[in-house]
């Protein structure tokens, strides 16, 4: 029996409405390139030359009025993925599989080849948690729970759950939220004066530990990475429903298990995620080639 989104949704008695956006384009496409990587595009031009005196300022100020902007550039994006993947590291360490690591870094850079950034240095890790949950940094940095990998049956599962995260990084989400934070326009005051480096200025605004990517973003963040993580799964040549399959899976945790607690508070319920996706989906995959499980590639945790 062919499976849909609404027969999963309606497993879980989901419902949502859609903002599909340019999501319809997207499902064309990948009809279209029968599943071809996307091809790498060009940085776009400046439109604006970069007026001299920023040249000037200090490192520290550069940094933090590009943040005030939002237009930050791709150096300065990573030195802030850097640090808040560092500290986030420093409450959860790697798990010590090399093998386990090494595999996640290949799967995550294919799918991530499929996205609009494949220029990226991007990084992919598990980390040591049992929470079921996943978090992304600027720049590239993208990890796991060992409880989340736990729960996956196959490589398309993998690829579904990195190419979310993967969608945070290419959205800049987490970039606009610190835009957004009040600690930004607290730092304000600190221009030429108490804030000496770009270090101290990322932990100001991210505060000690992982706090930046257990704020949570707002839900139509969250349901266009969904739809962006179905595509660069499908794109990558994977099944299109092993994301749903993931948050079906989720979707059965008792809402009150300790696993899930950070993930559903910072998230919307699998089952609103799942109706979110369905209307936007509708019947637009009908034309697509059944991807791979991948099963037999997938790594088994030892």
Avoid at 85 to 97: I, K, Q, S, T
Avoid at 163 to 175: A, D, N, P, Q, T
Wanted: some cysteine; proline content about 5%; aromatic content about 6%.
């Amino acid at each position: 029996m062919k499976r849909s989104l609404p027969w999963i949704v309606a497993a879980l008695c989901g419902i949502g409405l859609a903002q599909a956006g340019d999501f319809d384009n997207f499902l064309k496409g990948l009809i279209k390139q029968k599943l071809q990587p996307a091809a790498p595009t060009q940085p776009a031009a400046p439109t604006q030359p970069v007026a001299p005196t920023i040249a000037q300022q200090k490192p520290a100020d550069q940094l933090l009025k590009a943040l005030l902007s939002g237009r930050t550039s791709q150096e300065e994006e990573l030195r802030i993925g850097q640090q808040i993947a560092g500290n986030l590291l420093g409450a959860a360490p790697l798990v010590r599989d090399d093998g386990l690591q090494r595999y996640v870094n290949r799967v995550g850079r294919w799918v991530a080849l499929q996205s609009e950034r494949p220029d990226l240095p991007w990084r992919f890790g598990v980390i040591e948690s049992d929470d079921l949950n996943a978090f992304a940094a600027p720049g590239g940095y993208i990890f796991l729970t060992r409880g989340l990998y736990r729960k996956l049956n196959n490589e398309a599962e993998l690829a579904g759950v990195l190419g979310h995260e993967i969608g945070h990084v290419i959205r800049k989400h987490h970039l606009k939220l610190l835009q957004k934070s009040q600690a930004i326009a607290a730092l304000g005051s600190f221009f030429g004066a108490k804030l000496k480096n770009e270090n101290e200025i990322v932990q100001n605004l991210i505060g000690n530990g992982a706090e930046i990517v257990a704020r949570g973003l707002d839900k139509d963040a969250e349901f266009e990475a969904d739809r962006i993580g179905l595509v660069l799964g499908a794109r990558a040549g994977y099944d299109a429903y092993a994301l749903p399959a993931v948050l079906a899976e989720i979707g059965h945790v008792a809402k009150n298990d300790k696993s899930v607690s950070l993930l559903f508070k910072t998230h919307p319920l699998p089952e609103d995620r799942l109706g979110q996706l369905s209307e936007a989906v509708g019947d637009k995959l009908d034309g697509l080639a059944e991807g791979q499980s991948g099963v037999g590639r997938f790594y088994r945790l030892r």
